[in-house]
């Protein structure tokens, strides 16, 4: 049971993309270990809000909800099977907590499982559904819950279809049905985003900090502002093209301001390296800031004046360029999540404790 129970929980890291943190370990079937939390995260990758909702707050809410919903989603409930309101339901639309509103899942993922629960074989979000051990009823399963307020929503098992092989299911008693058309309340938008691009030497590091930024919805590396249409990261490599390695931000203006993001920018790198960046050398590697509207434009140059002139910087020019963005290509899928994903550090630090006062621990530097 333990070996399956290990075996459901890579898939659903794999299939799902779950990433895992410090947490309860369950031992697999061999050497690898995973977990049963995901690492925290302020907006999820659709852009939504999933800070954790206080107990308070989720009391307040769980005081709208009918006997059946409350005992299911605060009481981790069942319902009995081929009773659910939604089971059946074949209209195309979104799948709603019932507690918080936060889009938990999609008819466009729903299935016929033949089981008396409604089911999917993914969530809307990979970040808005948290995996917890449960032990209960003489079995091992795992519970799911919304990753905002922590209610309960059903269980997922390794049966379902592909392309995931998974079965989410779910009491209809924990979900709100939203028809397609019909316009989302606010607790279930994603937050109104801006986006900023940086060059700052390899893209790797550089993603990997604005990914640690409180605020920031999501960060993609790519190349931009050369001559070369659609370049490979071979032709960039080559020097050729006139692309810097960059990383393109989408952020939350009212978690973060992008005089911040500026202030991390300059901190994480070093901008007085021209067109290199530690150990990387070529124009490629270069410094650079590519302003999406003439208001970027202004507060960057005005920033780099600032800085030029204060004490941090005497005796040493910044090679920053600013410049207005051109498209940004998106690099090849191997460097996407790159840090992330392999473990391997890069030359750059991690600003935001000091430019947002926060407390969350910085990664270790690398070369």
């Known amino acids: 049971m333990r070996t399956l129970l290990a075996m459901l929980l890579i898939a659903i890291a794999l299939a799902c993309g779950v990433v895992m943190a410090s947490a309860e370990r369950l031992p697999g079937d061999g050497a690898q270990e ?22 308070e707050k989720v009391a307040e809410l769980a005081r709208r909800l009918t006997p059946d919903q409350y005992r299911v989603t605060q009481r981790s409930g069942t319902e009995p099977a081929f009773c659910g ?15 918080c509103g936060l889009p938990l899942f999609s008819s466009d993922h729903k299935f016929d499982s033949g089981t008396g629960w409604p089911s999917f074989f993914r969530p809307f979000d990979r970040d808005h559904v948290a995996y917890v051990k449960d032990a209960g009823h003489g079995m091992e399963r795992v519970e799911i819950r919304c990753a905002r307020c922590s209610s309960h929503l059903g269980h997922v098992f390794e049966d379902g279809p592909a392309p995931t092989g998974l079965r989410y299911c779910l009491n209809s008693a924990a979900l709100d049905f939203l028809e397609k058309g019909q316009p989302l309340p606010a607790a279930s938008q994603p937050v109104k985003t801006a986006t900023a691009y940086f060059a700052g030497g390899c893209f790797w590091g ?14 993609s590396s790519g190349y931009m502002n050369g001559t070369t249409a659609n370049p490979t ?12 390695e960059a990383v393109r931000v989408v952020f939350d203006p009212a978690r973060v301001s992008y005089r911040q993001l500026l202030d991390g920018f300059f901190r994480m790198h070093d901008p007085t390296q021209l067109n290199r960046q530690g150990p990387d050398v070529g124009d490629q590697y270069r410094s650079g800031i590519f302003t999406a509207d003439p208001e970027q434009l202004k ?9 030029q002139s204060s004490p941090r910087y005497a005796g040493r020019t910044i090679v920053t360029q600013i410049e207005p963005a051109g498209t940004f290509h998106p690099a090849e899928a191997y460097h996407q999540d790159y840090v992330e994903r392999t473990g391997r550090a890069c030359h750059t630090v991690n600003p935001w404790p000091e430019v947002l006062g926060t407390a969350r621990e910085a990664a270790g530097s690398g070369h």
Do not use: W
């Open 34 to 55: 995973i977990t049963m939390k995901k690492d925290a995260r302020d907006l999820s990758r659709s852009g939504h809000d999933i800070r954790p909702l206080s107990p």
């Open 85 to 99: 309101n939604l089971l059946d339901n074949k209209k195309s639309g979104t799948y709603l907590c019932v507690v």
């Open 206 to 219: 550089v993603e990997h900090r604005f990914q640690q930024c409180p605020g920031v919805v999501e960060v």
């Open 233 to 244: 990261y071979e032709q960039v490599c080559e020097k050729g093209t006139g692309h810097a």
């Open 299 to 307: 507060e960057a140059q005005a920033f780099k004046l600032a800085l």
